[in-house]
């Protein structure tokens, strides 16, 4: 059955996206300045801290800002020309790139933001190689301009190049650093011109331009061997290019480019009006029985996507954060739980505006709401309201360091363990479970080092635990199955097998040869990197 045409309305005018990039790029600054165009802040630099320190709303917490990077990721909210935009913050630190995959499911497009000095950067292009994998649209956004950098086509070449995608330039920069002046805008056929001397304004001109024709005004505006290069450009890209497939754009096989200087607010807005125009909203969800979800079903359905614990210390809480798939959301509403098979009641949920978290009554297929949870949710659980609705799975990944924890008070031992567990529901760590030492004494496996300074941090500050790490020689970890899927748990060649908590099978081995050696004892056992969930 189909939601009533007033719901349908509601969930068609919702756009989820995630803006992903390296480290400095500016995702920050661009972010910042998004809420403000979507009147969230009113005022750029309320987000970032008075002082000048990374106080900034979507990083909750305090080691975040020490380190400067977002470890968690929030989700945004806010609304532009008549949509629903839902904004949802990625960890930039490659440490938590588990994570960012889990947000990367949670979305329809996503934005990635370079910066026009260092082009591709490792971890855009690790990240871009995620959304490939889910085919998921990208907008381009092509960062400081404002600052002397790689000229617009080697930068797109680059691109095109380093990722194997076309680019389709939206905008075009007139000039760069210094000569930096505005952007044409190809699609409306104007150019803006924006006053550089003063920062974090949005005044600008206007002005209709027809390349031909009106050429003259950019020697108005522009240095002569700017406005020589970029009419040169122009010819270029005008020539070469067909015009702008917004079917080729949905596929993923074409990212349209915009430029801009999210410090200065310059050509943010022009992207929040393409991304309005084009940005795709909620898509139909592919079911583990093969077939889809579509989004406007009037079942309510949705899937947790990352769980987030002790926000705040004077209230023990844990949120799970919920995408819509499909239906209408409603505070207090019955639903059933994957994995445990029983009815649960969504009394408390919310959604949120930077830190600030505002109770929710309501909410659509593509929003997000933060759900109280008393540990009755763990990453990948689906809820709906009605029949079996089972998404497709959130894998998860083999981690490379391991360790295991000692606590200096031994009365707190079984403390110690709960809270690992909270943990691994949460994503934030895996643990593995010795068969004959049982839950006691679990080894713990992390992605990056970082996930190891965040678990001892957070054992302290929100479990009052002081707790000492030994790492552990291991390496590598493996789910090993059968050719048709099957968990194996008899290797042959002195394997060190472990249960991860859904109790497969693991093995762990320090490095890669100790594994090919296994591969060669085990000749018809698959050696699996991630695993499903459920
Ligand atoms: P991130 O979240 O991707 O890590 O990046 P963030 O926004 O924190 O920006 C990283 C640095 O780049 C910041 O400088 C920020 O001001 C600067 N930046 C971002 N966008 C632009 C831009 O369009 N032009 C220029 N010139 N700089 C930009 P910082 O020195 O680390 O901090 P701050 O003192 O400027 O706040």
Redesign the pocket.
């Known amino acids: 059955m189909q939601v009533t045409p007033q719901i349908q309305k509601e969930i068609q005018r919702r756009r989820t996206f995630a803006i992903i990039?390296?480290?400095?790029?500016?995702?920050?600054?661009?972010?910042?300045k998004l809420l403000y165009h979507g009147g969230v802040i009113h005022e750029t630099g309320e987000v970032?801290g008075k002082q000048?320190t990374?106080a900034?709303t979507s990083d909750w917490m305090a080691m975040e800002r020490e380190k400067?990077?977002?470890i968690t990721s929030s989700v945004m909210t806010f609304d532009f020309d008549g949509l629903r935009v839902n904004l949802l913050d990625t960890p930039?630190h490659k440490d938590f790139s588990e994570d960012t995959y889990r947000v990367l499911m949670a979305v329809e497009s996503a934005c990635m933001?370079i910066d026009v000095a260092k082009g591709v950067e490792e971890r855009t292009k690790k990240l871009y190689e995620v959304c490939r994998l889910r085919k998921i649209p990208i907008f381009t956004f092509v960062?400081?301009?404002?600052?002397e950098g790689k000229d617009p086509l080697t930068l797109i070449d680059e691109v095109e190049k380093t990722l194997n995608m076309q680019c389709y330039p939206v905008t075009w920069p007139l000039g760069i650093g210094q000569r930096f002046r505005g952007i044409y805008n190809r699609l409306t056929k104007e150019i803006w011109i924006y006053d550089q001397r003063r920062e974090e304004v949005e005044d600008y001109k206007i002005i209709p331009f027809e390349k031909g024709k009106d050429d003259q005004i950019l020697y108005d505006y522009l240095d002569k061997e700017s406005a020589d290069q970029v009419l040169e450009e122009l010819d270029l890209i005008e020539s070469a290019l067909p015009p702008f497939d917004v079917n080729e754009f949905l596929n993923g096989t074409i990212s349209p480019v915009t430029f801009?200087?999210?410090?200065?607010n310059?050509g943010v807005d022009t992207f929040l009006q393409f991304f309005t125009k084009y940005a795709p909203g909620p898509q139909p969800r592919h079911l583990k029985d093969g077939k889809d979800m579509d989004p406007c079903d009037a079942n309510f359905s949705g899937f947790v996507f990352k769980i987030q614990a002790n926000m705040d210390k004077r209230h023990r809480d844990r949120i799970a954060f919920i995408r819509i798939c499909s239906g209408k959301f409603e505070r207090g509403m019955k639903v059933k739980h994957s994995r445990h098979d029983k009815e649960l009641r969504l009394s408390y949920a919310s959604q949120f505006v930077a830190a600030d978290k505002e109770t929710v009554d309501d909410a659509y297929a593509g929003d997000i709401v933060g759900v109280g949870d008393t540990g009755n949710f763990a990453i990948g659980d689906c809820v709906y309201a009605s029949g079996k609705v089972h998404f497709e799975d959130i894998p998860k990944f083999a981690p490379e360091l391991f360790g295991k924890l000692s606590v200096r008070d031994a009365l707190k031992r079984q403390k110690m363990n709960e809270a690992l567990n909270h943990l691994s529901e949460e994503g934030a760590i895996q643990l593995f479970i010795d068969p004959i030492v049982g839950h006691q004494d679990p080894i713990i496996g992390a992605v990056g080092e970082l996930q190891f300074e965040v678990l001892i941090r957070r054992l302290q500050d929100e479990y009052n635990l002081e707790v000492k790490l030994s790492r552990l020689p291991y390496g590598v970890a493996r789910w090993p199955r059968t050719e048709d899927g099957k968990p194996v748990t008899d290797l042959k060649g002195g394997a060190n097998m472990f249960r991860d908590l859904q109790d497969n099978p693991v093995v762990l081995v320090n490095q890669e040869w100790d594994l090919n050696w296994l591969k060669r004892e085990n000749p018809t056992v698959e050696f699996h990197t991630s695993i499903s969930r459920a």
């Open positions: 990039s390296h480290p400095d790029a500016g995702k920050t600054t661009l972010t910042e970032k000048g990374k900034v400067g990077i977002s930039g933001l960062n400081k301009l404002d600052r801009g200087s999210a410090k200065q310059f």
